[in-house]
């Protein structure tokens, strides 16, 4: 069996264009979806993905600002600004691009942002919304892989999933998702035994962990659908998943590709989220 390729990159093409309508729609409203992203310090990978949500906002004709600070920037003055922005009624959407300085409490900053303008879903109250089942703002790289699955025939209830991975962001969550879906999950980390044991069960295997080539064919039972979190550069310094494409693709009968997968999904998602938020404004009125 060959695998057949679940295109991310046009997944989300689709999608931003969706999203670009909706923001017309809203802009016949008098409400632009407004999103501000507040950068500290000067970490080369933060600036590029800020870059990349930015562009992608403006595409879509969302507002997007870029509030940016020097590391040495303290808890206060930022909790401060994160304030102001939480009572701006042109803002709509507020990320914090992780990871933050050591001297600054990444919790305590997501706790700081309202959980209705909280479009990266890390806030307390938007994960326990989504544990309980809620129609809530989603983490996005989880949510973007459950889009991802939406868009292939496969039917979720019963399969077995299991996510390789447990971190708050990514492999947490894409689990609760895949439960609430009524799969069955198993979680994976760096202390399972015997990892091949489980993953070799999976109906749908999803892999967040940030190791090239973790995952090779005899992980994989035959027919499984694999998603690939993982971004890691190779050997010649090339971006590749976790998952050994080549080999897996062989067994399995979906799997996405990086670059090109869950990659350009995962900022589709944010565009939804902030959509999202811009629209709960108009029902409270
Ligand atoms: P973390 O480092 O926070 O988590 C990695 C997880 O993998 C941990 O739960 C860890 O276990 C587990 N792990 C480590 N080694 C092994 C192993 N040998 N076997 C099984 N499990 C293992 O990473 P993130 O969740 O933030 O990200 C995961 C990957 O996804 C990274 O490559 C990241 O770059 C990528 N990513 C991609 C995004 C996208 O948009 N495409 C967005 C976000 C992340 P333990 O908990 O025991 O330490």
Known sequence: ???????????????RIQVANEVKKLKEMNVTPGLAVILVGDNQASRTYVRNKQKACHETGMHSELIEYEDTITEQELIKKITELNEDPSIHGILVQL?????????????????????????PINIGRMMTGQDTLLPCTP???????????IDITGKHAVIVGRSNIVGKPAGQLLLNKNATVTYCHSK?????AYTKQADILIAAVGKANLITSDHIKEGAVVIDVGMNRNEEGKLCGDVAFDEVKEKASYITPVPGGVGPMTITMLLFNTLKAAKNTLNKE
């Open 99 to 123: 990871p933050l300085p050591k001297h600054i409490n990444e919790i305590k900053m997501i706790e700081a942002i309202s959980p209705e303008k909280d479009v990266d879903g890390f806030h």
């Open 143 to 153: 949510y973007g892989v459950l889009e991802m699955i939406a868009e292939i025939d």
């Open 1 to 15: 069996m060959t695998a057949k390729l679940i295109n991310g990159k046009e997944i989300a093409r689709k999608k």
């Open 192 to 196: 399972t035994k015997d990892l091949k």
